[in-house]
Structure formats: structure tokens, C-alpha cells
């Protein structure tokens, strides 16, 4: 019997275990990270990230920048002014103007469908917002929210700002029933009103708990 070939033998069965098990503790680790990474992303906010200018007219006021409410817990809307579903988030942002504006909450309305600089004064006096609605331009809005031309969303898209001027929340391009619920918006808002000067990470982990 040749000796050396029966320990090279057993040495290739050794090697041949070894990556069948090196193969299967990779695939293991992948499934385990893949977990955790979907785990993760369900339940934790979006990256809190400073919200770039935009620049929107409000009728009979003029040009504004969302960087002048620098200091202000920011609601900001984009809508379409035909849009049944923005004129209902319209009601709800009064509600919560009259309610939470003597602490810091400031919403915002900014229109961008076809024609709004002509239908957005409508829009206002119909819905009897209590808070600022202008209108900018296309291009803008989806430069703002970091979506192309040819991407397709949802409107109303929802923006809460905190008083640095950093996003903690965006609605998702086409949505989610979560993102509309009041109950939702609120527990959002006031976290960031409760958010101390510095202290992000409190409203980003209140607004993940939130969604759970």
C-alpha cells in the first residue's frame, strides 16, 4: 500500500471539508448581515442631513427662503394644488399651526404643479390655510428631495426640519400609509420640538420608535 497516497488522499477530503464548511460559515454570515441591515432599515429613520435652500414665492409677500425659518421646527409641504390629498395635509398643517406655532412649529406649503403660480392664491383662501403657501418650480422640488425627472412619486412629499435646519424625516417618493397618519406626523413634530439644542439623535430614535 502506498502510504503517502492514502495521507493525500485524506489531506484532499480534509481540504474539500473545509471549504464546504468555509462556504457555508459565509453564507451564514451574509444571511446574518442581510438580516441585520433589513432589520436596521426598517426600523430606523432616514439619516438626519441639512436640508438644502429652496426658494418658493408666496403671493403678495414676495420671494422666501426655507433657510429664513432657521430657528423653527419646519413642516415643509410640496403639493399639487389639484391634489385632493394635499388640500386634505393642508387642513391638517393649520390644525397643527394653531396648536403648536407659539412653540417654535412652522408649516409650510410650497406648490409645484403646472400653472401653481396662477392656482396657488386659490388654493390658500379655499383650503383657509393658517401658515405660508407659495410655489416654485419643478426642478427645484426635485433637486430638493433628490429625485429625477423621470422617477416617479407621490404628492403631498412631507419634510420635518428641525431648528438647525437638519432633516430628520422624508416622506418616501411613492409613500407609505404611515407617513399620513396624524397620529404619526405629530409624534414627529413634537419630538422635534422637545429636541434639545444639539441632541438630534433624540427626535431620530423617537421618530424610528414611531414607525414601529
Known sequence: MDVSRLFEGRSLHWILEKSVLKQAFLSLIGVFVF??????????APAIRKAPEVAFTVPGKGQELLSQ????????????????????ASHLMSRFQNELGS??????????????DLLVSAF???????????WTTRDQVLA?????????????????????GMIHYQTPPLGDEESY???VIRSRIEALLS??????????????ASKR
Not at 124 to 134: D, I, L, N, R, S
Not at 144 to 163: E, H, K, N, T, Y
Not at 195 to 208: D, E, F, K, N
Open 181 to 183: 397618519k396624524e397620529e
Open 124 to 134: 390658500a383662501k379655499e383650503q383657509q390655510t393658517t401658515f405660508p403657501v407659495g
Open 103 to 116: 412653540r417654535g412649529f412652522q408649516a409650510i406649503d410650497v406648490a409645484f404643479n403646472d400653472n401653481s
Open 35 to 44: 438580516s441585520v441591515s433589513t432589520f436596521a432599515a426598517s426600523t430606523l
Open 69 to 88: 425659518y432657521r430657528g423653527k421646527v419646519v413642516a415643509l409641504e410640496f403639493i399639487f394644488t389639484t391634489c385632493p390629498h394635499c388640500q386634505a
Open 195 to 208: 429636541m434639545p439644542s444639539g441632541h438630534r439623535s433624540a427626535a431620530l430614535h423617537h421618530s424610528a
Open 144 to 164: 430638493f428631495l433628490g429625485i429625477s425627472a423621470v422617477d416617479r412619486f407621490v404628492v403631498p412629499q412631507l419634510i420635518l426640519i428641525d431648528r438647525e
